[in-house]
């Protein structure tokens, strides 16, 4: 049972790990693209604040932002809710959650910056942000610890059948 469990650990470990090295890797891409997108005018229909629901006990706080808005491409209006790459992150901050609403209130005239092959793709600010680089540490680590668990298996194990 023990070994099941541990071997169950070392796959969560990976699984984990690739999957948030992806989202790394995808906002990394998406973020040093950006830089040369195209800009537009727009305009932010909607700002709020939220707190996403969880089930610790005791509960934790988070808070998340939730921000639209529209732009013309070519005559054809589109709407876009995407901040900047690595915005994907919530925040412990109530302070930080307000001030980037307080930022991107309803009505006000923005900068968007398109993809020209695809203008659906948007964002308010260029490059590469926090939540990109948390989720590619995050993942790098956790990836390199499934790993040294793998390679190190008969010392983890002994130590393990120690206690």
């Known amino acids: 049972m023990k070994k099941i469990i541990i071997r169950l ?3 969560g470990l990976i699984v984990f790990g690739v999957i948030l090295l992806g989202i790394g890797i995808s906002g990394f891409v998406g973020g040093v693209a950006s830089r040369t997108w195209l800009r537009t005018d727009g305009i932010i229909t909607a700002a709020s604040v939220y707190s996403p629901p969880n089930s610790l ?5 988070s808070y998340g932002t939730k921000i639209s808005y529209n732009y013309k491409v070519a005559g054809v209006t589109y709407t876009g809710t995407r901040v900047c790459f690595g915005d994907y992150m919530t925040t412990t901050s109530p302070t930080r959650a307000f001030a980037v609403v307080r930022h991107y209130q309803p009505g006000t005239k923005v900068s968007v910056f398109y993809s020209p092959k695809n203008p659906k793709r948007a964002v308010l600010e260029r490059g590469v942000f926090g939540g990109v680089w948390m989720a590619f540490g995050v993942g790098t680590v956790t990836f390199a610890a499934g790993l040294f668990l793998i390679t190190k298996q008969r010392w983890f194990l002994a130590s393990v059948n120690e206690q």
């Open 57 to 61: 006990d005791p509960p934790s706080v």
């Open 9 to 11: 650990f070392r796959l």
